[in-house]
């Protein structure tokens, strides 16, 4: 899914969050006239529910197979959660042709000892993703804290909108990408020249936490915090993409 091919500037490709799809973004894309926007599918999901991956090394191996097929040499790299930290890890890489890295509500990765216990926690779900009715472990999904801010009509227009879902690519997927899978990328973060923007929404308590750490630590990111929740961009689009803007305009 792209936006207008008159587009000017250099592309914006947008990587969507767990049970996602690329279009999530649209919204977003909508409130970004002007922008060339590439919403991608991860494998697992949307039209690429039939790809699948093995581990983090796989998983950008795919994205920049993807970019390579859709011509995009130098870009600008957003994702949300789950594919905030697929494109921190792309990033962290090296790729000759970003340019600048924005990550909404994202883990910059457990330290090793925490990794095992991490594991376990994304196999239970896995395993409820493959074998349970997917209605029955989404309602469970979105009462966990990262999703306290939802009300109860929230999480059921949530839940209603993830039943598209094939609840064996979701198994997979979160398997190859578990937490307990990605490298702690703290010590890169403060290492980096690049230009790196961080939203956290500040009523997810946990991810708000994670990033005012960051800072904390002296990693290399511009902090901002938005009155929300865990999903920023779907909450708040024309807000989020006014963010947006103004990084864009800044990279």
């Not at 894309?29 to 697992?44: F, Q, W």
């Not at 949300?80 to 340019?99: C, I, N, T, V």
Request: charged share 25%; hydrophobic share 40%.
């Amino acid at each position: 899914m792209a936006s207008n091919p008159e587009s000017r500037g250099l592309p914006l490709v947008l990587l969507h969050g767990l049970l996602g799809d690329g279009h999530d973004w649209q919204d977003v894309i909508d409130a970004l006239p002007g922008i060339e926007c590439h919403a991608l599918d991860l494998p697992g999901y949307g039209r690429n529910q039939h790809l699948r991956v093995d581990g983090f090394d796989e998983a950008n191996a795919w994205l920049s197979g993807e970019l390579e097929t859709r011509g995009i040499r130098h870009y600008r790299l957003a994702g949300y959660s789950l594919g905030g930290r697929l494109a921190l890890y792309h990033a962290s890489h090296s790729p000759a042709g970003l340019q600048a890295l924005l990550l909404e509500n994202c883990h910059p990765g457990l330290p090793s000892g925490e990794r095992a216990a991490r594991l376990r926690h994304d196999e239970e779900w896995a395993s409820r993703f493959e074998h349970e009715p997917l209605a029955e472990v989404l309602a469970d999904w979105y009462r966990q804290p990262v999703f306290a801010d939802l009300d109860e009509d929230g999480r059921a227009r949530q839940l209603a909108r993830r039943l598209g879902n094939d609840g064996r690519a979701v198994a997979a997927m979160l398997r190859a990408t578990s937490l307990g899978k990605q490298p702690e990328l703290a010590p890169w973060l403060a290492s980096t020249g690049l230009p790196l923007t961080w939203i956290s929404g500040n009523r997810d308590q946990k991810f708000h936490r994670l990033a005012c750490q960051l800072v904390e630590q002296g990693c290399n990111i511009n902090h901002l915090a938005l009155d929300g929740g865990h999903n920023l961009h779907a909450d708040q689009p024309e807000r989020f993409a006014a963010c947006l803007r103004d990084w864009l305009g800044s990279t």
